[in-house]
């Protein structure tokens, strides 16, 4: 089992920045990888980023050049910088671990980016 809680969300202005963390407790030392994904509303969940046990990263295609997603072993938490927000960035970031052949989920953070 593991369980991940995620923060940092919140409101922004287009072209502003935030940083979201995952951090990861229980059976860390299965975990493959771990990810961002998020929904909007009406639209189905895709990848934001994801990066494997080492450091392998990557990224979805409307996000590249602007996320960065990065992972501090020491803390078991992965971290998403997101910069250049623009509103349709606006959706509900949820944490992915991958502990094959199971996946586990946070509960999600709310990001908006509106002026």
């Known amino acids: 089992q593991v369980q991940l809680v995620e923060s940092g969300g919140g409101l922004v202005q287009p072209g502003g920045s935030l940083r979201l963390s995952c951090a990861a407790s229980?059976?860390?030392?299965?975990?493959?990888?771990m990810g961002w994904y998020r929904q909007a509303p009406g639209k189905e969940r895709e990848l934001v980023a994801r990066i494997t046990d080492i450091g392998t990263p990557d990224y979805g295609d409307s996000v590249k050049g602007r996320f960065t997603i990065s992972k501090d072993n020491a803390k078991n938490t992965v971290y998403l910088q997101m910069n250049m927000l623009k509103p349709e960035d606006t959706a509900v970031y949820y944490c992915?671990?991958?502990?094959?052949?199971?996946?586990?989920w946070g509960q999600g953070t709310q990001v908006t980016v509106s002026s």
């Open positions: 992915r671990a991958l502990v094959p052949p199971a996946l586990y």
């Open positions: 229980g059976s860390i030392d299965s975990i493959k990888a």
